[in-house]
């Protein structure tokens, strides 16, 4: 009911955050149901380490789950300096990176990380736009989707370059007629970025130097349409992305080397 966020381990489980339905599902590689745990309100990203914990945001806390559903360790949201509103577990840094606006970075028991700031500060993005959503490539570098406050969801957007140190490298920037209402990022090992688009319906997908080589779906309610693609992530293969489509209460695979042909 509404899935909001869509994550996959080394072995190819799915792991889904069902907002509506305040739990996380679990799916085998093959797609079949596994199980169900927690009674947590709205859940809406996960995301997952090298390990295979899962991460959660809720409304009210930041989760981590042993790969069978065990609560690992608790982070209350806290204060609205201190909201988690998007999250990536990065598996090469070992860091969670925490999106409101700006971006935090913790270490996988949730403490915030010690940084230098006499010296340039890591992963620094112009105060006049807001970080969206966060991915990190197979090197560790980070790319993260900012958006114009002033403007909002409809606004123009810019990918921001890090490389694992937090040292900036580029930054891409995009019409509304490229990326429109973009709402999640997932990187494959090629570097290739795969980003939801709530606002046309569909998923583009950019190489590393930032050209935007194709994308998929469309408006509606068959098979590869979307209503509202909100979560997004790529199998360890790099062979099928799954897409969290919200307004449709589904999950849906895509074979990545099929699509861009």
């Not at 996959?8 to 590689?29: E, H, M, Q, W």
């Not at 999106?99 to 006049?128: E, G, L, R």
């Not at 998929?216 to 199998?235: A, E, H, N, R, T």
Request: proline share 4%; net charge positive.
């Amino acid at each position: 009911n509404r899935p909001s966020g869509v994550t996959v381990d080394n072995s190819g489980n799915l792991y889904v955050a069902d907002t509506r339905n305040n739990r996380i599902c679990k799916f085998n590689a093959n797609g079949q149901y596994v199980k169900a745990w927690g009674k947590y309100p709205l859940p809406t990203t996960c995301s997952i380490d090298d390990e295979n914990n899962i991460y959660v945001l809720d409304a009210q806390n930041i989760r981590k789950f042993s790969p069978n559903g065990d609560l690992l360790l608790l982070r209350p949201r806290g204060t609205e300096n201190n909201t988690f509103d998007n999250i990536h577990v990065g598996k090469v840094t070992g860091q969670i990176f925490k999106a409101k606006c700006w971006m935090h970075v913790f270490d996988h028991n949730f403490n915030i990380k010690n940084i230098d700031y006499s010296k340039v500060k890591p992963y620094s993005i112009p105060a006049a736009y807001c970080v969206w959503c966060i991915a990190e490539d197979s090197q560790g570098s980070l790319s993260c989707i900012a958006l114009l406050k002033k403007e909002g969801k409809g606004a123009n957007a810019a990918i921001y370059k890090f490389n694992r140190d937090g040292a900036y490298i580029n930054k891409l920037e995009f019409s509304t007629k490229d990326l429109n209402g973009p709402e999640a990022i997932a990187i494959d090992g090629q570097g290739n970025m795969y980003i939801c688009c709530t606002g046309s319906y569909s998923v583009a997908i950019i190489d590393a130097s930032g050209i935007i080589i194709s994308s998929f779906g469309s408006k509606g309610m068959k098979d590869g349409q979307f209503l509202q693609p909100k979560g997004i992530c790529v199998d360890p293969e790099g062979k099928n992305v799954f897409v969290a489509d919200s307004g449709n209460n589904r999950i849906a695979k895509w074979a990545l080397q099929e699509r861009q042909k």
